[in-house]
């Protein structure tokens, strides 16, 4: 797993506009931690919500608009539903 948070400052000198507000850098490091929704802990749960939906998108919304124009077009490019050359998901037809 990658601390995005570590990789975020890696990238910080070109990305273009705003950096993040102390909240959103919270946010960042604390979106981490929702890794390990996959494997449910009995003793130390890891709870998320609709609360936290509105600042994870504010946040997305941040990143989107400091990327590149570059990467976000090669973006739009991938397949969604295709990983390594493999299909994950295909609608029936």
Excluded at 11 to 36: H, T
Excluded at 60 to 72: A, G, N, R
Aim: with cysteine; aromatic share 10%.
């Amino acid at each position: 797993m990658h601390n995005r948070l570590v990789l975020y400052c890696s990238l910080k000198p070109v990305l273009a506009g705003p950096s993040f507000s102390r909240v959103q850098e919270v946010l960042f490091q604390r979106l981490d931690s929702y890794y390990e929704l996959r494997y449910p802990r009995q003793h130390d749960p890891i709870e998320t919500g609709s609360d936290d939906w509105l600042p994870i998108e504010k946040l997305l919304d941040t990143l989107w608009d400091q990327m590149p124009k570059e990467l976000s077009s090669v973006l739009f490019e991938i397949a969604p539903n295709k990983k390594g050359g493999r299909v994950l998901m295909e609608m029936k037809k």
